[in-house]
T-cell receptor
């Protein structure tokens, strides 16, 4: 059973701070990692994906992958109230076209 | 906007009825995956269609069935609706065989079973 674990939160950070969201996975064969943002009542939207160990930056977002420790994280710099949402981590193994989703972490950015 | 569309947006049914949800994939994509998302949970994989064939199925009973059409659009059918089927149903399209098979979601269909 492939598992993707996320702390459900909520994670509360002040505006302008760095929000750090974490995700662990059980399958060592996992090769593709995705972060989605989901506003309440809306569908998930892709923020970024990462395939290789290390950091990948896109604007205020940085994904960090550590395959040895089986975790992937998302950092949001200069957090804004508009970043308040649930962040879903999704993990896919090599040869599979079907990602497994975590239950998401609720982020609240307060002014 | 991902270019993935779903219809209807909202639907109310009663227990025992049948429902059909529809999804049009993003231009250039050949694969559609369906997910069920209950409140406070992550999306749960129902099944995936690639080239009109089912390409994987999650832990859902046979009363959940689907189709993919030659234009890559898809339908999700649920028979004998139960109260627990109330959820947000998400369709995601992707390009299998391309440089990346990242999934992009449609806006979802909110199904309420009374």
């Amino acid at each position: 059973q492939k598992e993707v674990e996320q702390n459900s939160g909520p994670l509360s950070v002040p505006e302008g701070a760095i929000a750090s969201l974490n995700c662990t996975y059980s399958d060592r064969g996992s090769q593709s990692f995705f972060w989605y943002r989901q506003y309440s009542g809306k569908s998930p939207e892709l923020i970024m994906f990462i395939y290789s160990n290390g950091d990948k930056e896109d604007g205020r977002f940085t994904a960090q992958l550590n395959k040895a420790s089986q975790y992937v994280s998302l950092l949001i710099r200069d957090s804004q109230p508009s970043d308040s949402a649930t962040y879903l981590c999704a993990v896919k193994t090599g040869g599979s076209y079907i990602p497994t989703f975590g239950r998401g972490t609720s982020l609240i950015v307060h002014p | 906007e991902t270019g993935v569309t779903q219809s209807p947006t909202h639907l109310i049914k009663t227990r025992g009825q049948q429902v059909t949800l529809r999804c049009s994939s993003q231009s250039g994509h050949n694969t559609v995956s369906w997910y069920q998302q209950a409140l406070g949970q992550g999306p749960q994989f129902i099944f995936q269609y690639y080239r009109e064939e089912e390409n994987g199925r999650g832990n859902f009973p046979p009363r959940f069935s689907g189709l993919q059409f030659p234009n890559y659009s898809s339908e999700l059918n649920v028979n004998a609706l139960e109260l627990d089927d109330s959820a947000l149903y998400l369709c995601a399209s992707s390009l299998v065989g391309g440089s990346t098979d990242t999934q992009y979601f449609g806006p979802g269909t909110r199904l309420t079973v009374l």
